[in-house]
């Protein structure tokens, strides 16, 4: 937590439009953290997860794993034929 702090506190006053934060494993942890940053510093945010949105985030995007699963079947059984 004290590392995203420090990056908080980093780029505030570079006064960004917008902020986005990949999907790493490590977030999730603080999510909530960057979404008040973020508020409080009229940030738009961009996730990489989803469920950021529920701690606050204003938007989250990830792959649907069920989705590329699928598209990965469709190579693999044209080099069958």
């Known amino acids: 937590m004290g590392d995203i702090a420090a990056a908080l ?3 505030q006053p570079q006064r960004l439009d917008a902020l986005i934060v990949p999907a790493d494993p490590t977030f999730p942890n603080v999510y909530r953290r ?7 510093n009229r940030l738009s945010t ?10 606050g985030g204003f938007m989250g995007y990830e792959a649907n794993p069920t989705e ?3 598209r990965a079947a469709v190579p ?4 069958g034929t």
Do not use: C, P, Q
């Open 9 to 11: 506190t980093t780029i």
């Open 34 to 40: 960057i979404s008040e940053f973020a508020l409080g």
């Open 46 to 55: 961009m996730f990489g997860h989803k469920r950021a949105v529920e701690a």
């Open 68 to 70: 590329m699963y699928k």
């Open 76 to 79: 693999n059984d044209a080099i």
